[in-house]
């Protein structure tokens, strides 16, 4: 499945710190985004992981649209973003934010329960995620894994309706090198085999290295835009 | 939509901490339901062991100490009846029986009642074993007397082995007895005084039927200052155990059952027939009768039973239905179950008011999970139900663990004070138990949308950030 194409234009979220006082956190005036990996770059506090929260409808902007293949989140309500969602994005985090008390084939099939009683139909794709990555199927919780192998049940998770869209926000940051450069490897081929829109935001030079585009943020903007061409 | 796995991978992350909280909540609404229970079973079981004493007719006084005389076998200081109005109201005008009730006598701890076969044939509905008696030293044991048919059982004269103030009544009375033994040989006069019974069928009275007697404490007998209280009173003639009644489920399945000839005899009073005349039961010789402390009526029909009782509510007599004092009774018990209700009710709020603040705590804990499954596009509804399951789960687990816990606490007590008392009662779940746990359960899941509303509002970013 090909990837989204997304824009945003004239992004901006404030943030109110005082009576009087309002910080722009973002202030974006356009971002293309298509089946890519794109890479939100910058120090802690640049903005980025915000930027990845407006661009997945987690937060809406204070001002300008962000559209994806023309549907625009920045109008939607939430239950439209949360559906939106559910329907074109998978999500992976830092700290992963799996269920502990699960079997990793259990927390690939989370995001199944939000619209359907019985995951049954789900259990195969799940489980072929898993194999994927090479994570064990059955362990009884997933605190019994490698943090490795966390961040990539995590990416089955947000794999399992086969998304266009995958944000992930510093995936690799708490994960040694050995394991960061499977994600590392797993995003790439997101986004060069299966042709998805990966949107991760990340100061690891080893994923910046693989992204076909960085977006250099600073202070809520954009510092300087830099095309990579893919590693092929 | 499905949140099941959710809650219990949030429950299972706590598990100590959410198994100590349903044991909580369960202890509390476990103490709720015993007590309501409880209370009715002691209602329903005191009500149901009044049935057969329909109309009671006694000396002016306490209704209620003579109900728990009679029905109870609980002996409380009761004045005799007249035996003019002992003569009349044993006459049984309107009534298919008039059965006189002596009580106070005790053997080995259990109580000794006097009255006429009729009488338990009529409270025991036919006897289980044996027969009824038939003539002066027989007796008939209650269903769960220990004594066996054919047994010979030595009556003591009095309630000395009786608990409490009751030993204290009774050593008093000898005491008086004594003096009046002392002071002359004849006790005419002295007499007068049976009308003042100590929790015992007619105390201080002549001897004049010496013979019937058998006193074989004699010697403590003259003690003048009545430390004879250790002893177990006067001890009689024996009597044989001819037959056992059926379980009436009243204190009287623990009783010895005796002619009422025999109580008279005893204490000196006669029998109540003619001299010479060996013959038990009614018909009585009016002219012979003594006084008595109580009398059981059955009145023939309903009419009757209302014309007996005002013509017996006299200067000299009093008559009552038991369920009119029981209901005067019931009126102060269930003024005090309903303080215990509520303050039970109130200290079940606050124990559920406690453990939602701790699980508002808990919850708070997990609220990155919540947005993380809002991040990977988990509906609000759905992270509400979650919440609510979650909250909702614990207060019911520990209500519906709390129900039977409280019957068994219930059923507990029912049998340690039926055993104590003799008195048949059975703790049940009524309406009363069920709403009581329903309104504590609908109270609980509506509570439980407070954190559900809480988690449900909290914005995404923020949690995921958290």
Redesign the interface.
């Given at each position: 499945m090909l990837g989204l194409a997304g824009e945003a234009s004239s992004l901006r979220f404030d943030v109110r710190t005082g009576r009087r006082e309002i910080q722009t956190i973002v202030d974006i005036p356009h971002l293309r985004l298509e089946g890519e990996l794109l890479a939100l770059a910058g120090p802690s506090g640049s903005g980025k992981?915000?930027l990845l929260?407006l661009l997945?409808g987690?937060?809406v902007p204070s001002a300008g649209s962000v559209a994806w293949a023309g549907a625009n989140l920045a109008a939607m309500g939430?239950?439209a973003r949360?559906?939106w969602?559910?329907?074109n994005?998978?999500?992976v985090?830092q700290n992963f934010?799996l269920?502990?008390?699960?079997s990793p084939l259990?927390n690939v099939l989370?995001?199944g329960?939000?619209?359907?009683?019985?995951?049954k139909g789900l259990h195969d794709r799940a489980g072929a995620l898993l194999d994927r990555f090479g994570v064990p199927r059955y362990r009884k919780r997933v605190s019994l894994l490698s943090r490795g192998e966390r961040q990539r049940v995590a990416i089955a998770?947000?794999l399992l309706f086969d998304p266009k869209v995958v944000f992930a926000d510093e995936p690799t940051a708490s994960l040694d090198g050995g394991s960061g450069a499977r994600v590392v490897a797993a995003l790439r081929d997101l986004a060069e085999v299966e042709r998805k829109t990966v949107v991760v935001a990340t100061h690891d030079p080893a994923l910046l290295a693989v992204a076909s585009r960085v977006i250099a943020l600073d202070h809520g903007g954009i510092v300087a835009p830099k095309a990579v061409e893919p590693a092929e | 939509m499905n949140p099941l796995p959710i809650v219990w991978a949030s429950l299972s992350r706590n598990r100590f901490t959410a198994l100590l909280f349903v044991g909580l909540i369960a202890l509390a609404v476990a103490l709720g339901v015993a007590i309501s229970a409880q209370e009715r079973a002691l209602r329903l079981g005191s009500a149901r062991a009044a049935d057969r004493f329909d109309l009671i007719v006694a000396a002016p006084g306490s209704q209620t100490d003579v109900l728990l005389s009679v029905v109870y076998l609980d002996p409380t200081a009761v004045e005799l009846l007249s035996p003019e109005m002992t003569a009349s109201v044993l006459a049984g005008e309107r009534a298919d029986f008039a059965a006189p009730i002596g009580f106070g006598d005790s053997q080995g701890g259990d109580p000794v009642v006097g009255t006429t076969a009729g009488f338990v044939d009529h409270l025991s509905g036919g006897l289980a074993e044996g027969r009824a008696f038939t003539v002066i030293n027989e007796a008939v044991v209650g269903a769960l007397s220990p004594h066996a048919v054919g047994e010979e059982l030595s009556i003591s004269h009095g309630n000395a082995d009786g608990a409490g103030g009751n030993a204290d009544d009774a050593a008093e009375a000898h005491e008086h007895d004594h003096h009046a033994h002392k002071g002359e040989g004849g006790h005419g006069e002295e007499a007068g005084h049976g009308h003042e019974a100590n929790g015992h069928v007619q105390e201080a009275h002549s001897h004049e039927g010496e013979e019937s007697h058998d006193h074989e404490g004699e010697g403590a007998h003259e003690e003048p200052d009545g430390r004879d209280r250790g002893e177990a009173g006067h001890h009689h003639q024996a009597v044989t155990v001819v037959g056992r009644m059926k379980p009436t489920g009243t204190p009287w399945d623990r009783a010895i059952v005796v002619p009422i000839e025999y109580s008279w005899s005893v204490h000196g009073l006669g029998t109540g027939h003619a001299d010479g005349d060996i013959r038990i039961g009614p018909p009585f010789d009016a002219e012979k009768l003594p006084g008595v402390p109580a009398i059981v009526v059955k009145p023939e029909n309903l009419a009757a039973a209302y014309g007996l009782r005002d013509r017996y509510r006299t200067i000299a007599s009093t008559a009552f239905f038991p369920a009119e004092v029981l209901v005067d009774l019931y009126a102060v018990m269930g003024n005090v179950a309903r303080i215990m209700a509520a303050l039970t009710l109130a200290a079940q709020v606050l124990v559920v008011a406690a453990i939602l603040a701790g699980i508002l705590a808990l919850l708070d804990l997990q609220r990155q999970r919540f947005a993380v499954l809002r991040a990977l596009g988990a509906p609000r509804g759905f992270v509400f139900a979650t919440v609510w399951l979650y909250v909702a789960g614990l207060i019911a687990a520990g209500a519906l663990i709390g129900l039977p816990l409280g019957w068994a606490f219930a059923g507990a007590v029912t049998r340690l004070v039926s055993s104590e008392t003799g008195m048949a009662m059975q703790a049940t779940l009524g309406l009363t138990e069920l709403a009581l746990v329903g309104a504590l359960l609908g109270l609980g899941l509506l509570l439980a949308l407070i954190p559900a509303a809480m988690i449900y509002r909290q914005p995404v970013a923020e949690a995921l950030r958290g």
């Open positions: 992981s915000t929260y997945s987690l937060l939430e239950s949360d559906r969602r559910r329907q994005a998978g999500f985090f934010h269920i502990e008390e699960l259990d989370t995001p329960w939000f619209s359907s009683v019985s995951v998770r947000a | -």
